[in-house]
T-cell receptor, first 111, second 119 residues
Framework: AQSVAQPEDQVNVAEGNPLTVKCTYSVSGNPYLFWYVQYPNRGLQFLLKYITGDNLVKGSYGFEAEFNKSQTSFHLKKPSALVSDSALYFCAVSNTGKLIFGQGTTLQVKP | DAGVTQSPTHLIKTRGQQVTLRCSPISGHKSVSWYQQVLGQGPQFIFQYYEKEERGRGNFPDRFSARQFPNYSSELNVNALLLGDSALYLC??????????????????FGPGTRLLVL
């Protein structure tokens, strides 16, 4: 069965510092991995995805993610956090078009 | 371009009632998926439709049903509502391609959701 895990319920970071939100996955076959962000009382916004190729994927709003096959990880990163990045972040794996989400990580960026 | 739209935005029902949620995909998108997000959890897959055919079904009871219309819009129906059906229901659209691998690679774009409260 395919699954993703987000080991941290919450990540706290100071504005201007780098941030990392962790995700590990378990899939049979090639992994197709996604990151979404959800602001309060809103739907999910797509940030980036890994399909194949370069292990470093660049996405929206300055976010990037690093695919690591040996560690089965797909961590979300940003070099310099903004207060406006504070939100709920979801990692997901796609299985025949069905997205399987992690439990989510709340990112809190403090001024 | 307009994104995915859903209606209504909020809904209050009582146990045992039936509800219909609506979704309009991004123009040109042929695939629509439905997800249930209970408070504090990640979204759970309910259904996927492509070209008006059901392509996938999640682990939900038969009280949940859906359909896709010729204009690619979709409806999600839930019968005999239970308190546990209270959740944010999200619709997502994608361009839609034949083949499991291509479908897996597509980005799904989500609407704002319908928040259902069952009393």
């Amino acid at each position: 069965a395919q699954s993703v895990a987000q080991p941290e319920d919450q990540v706290n970071v100071a504005e201007g510092n780098p941030l990392t939100v962790k995700c590990t996955y378990s899939v049979s076959g090639n992994p197709y991995l996604f990151w979404y962000v959800q602001y309060p009382n809103r739907g999910l916004q797509f940030l980036l995805k890994y399909i194949t190729g370069d292990n470093l994927v660049k996405g929206s709003y300055g976010f990037e993610a690093e695919f690591n096959k040996s560690q089965t990880s797909f961590h979300l990163k940003k070099p310099s956090a903004l207060v406006s990045d504070s939100a709920l972040y979801f990692c997901a794996v796609s299985n025949t078009g069905k997205l399987i989400f992690g439990q989510g990580t709340t990112l809190q960026v403090k001024p | 371009d307009a994104g995915v739209t859903q209606s209504p935005t909020h809904l209050i029902k009582t146990r045992g009632q039936q509800v219909t949620l609506r979704c309009s995909p991004i123009s040109g998108h042929k695939s629509v998926s439905w997800y249930q997000q209970v408070l504090g959890q990640g979204p759970q897959f309910i259904f996927q439709y492509y070209e008006k055919e059901e392509r996938g079904r999640g682990n939900f009871p038969d009280r949940f049903s859906a359909r896709q219309f010729p204009n690619y819009s979709s409806e999600l129906n839930v019968n005999a509502l239970l308190l546990g059906d209270s959740a944010l229901y999200l619709c997502a659209s994608s361009p839609g391609q034949a083949g499991a691998i291509r479908m897996s690679q597509e980005t799904q774009y989500f609407g704002p959701g319908t928040r259902l409260l069952v009393l």
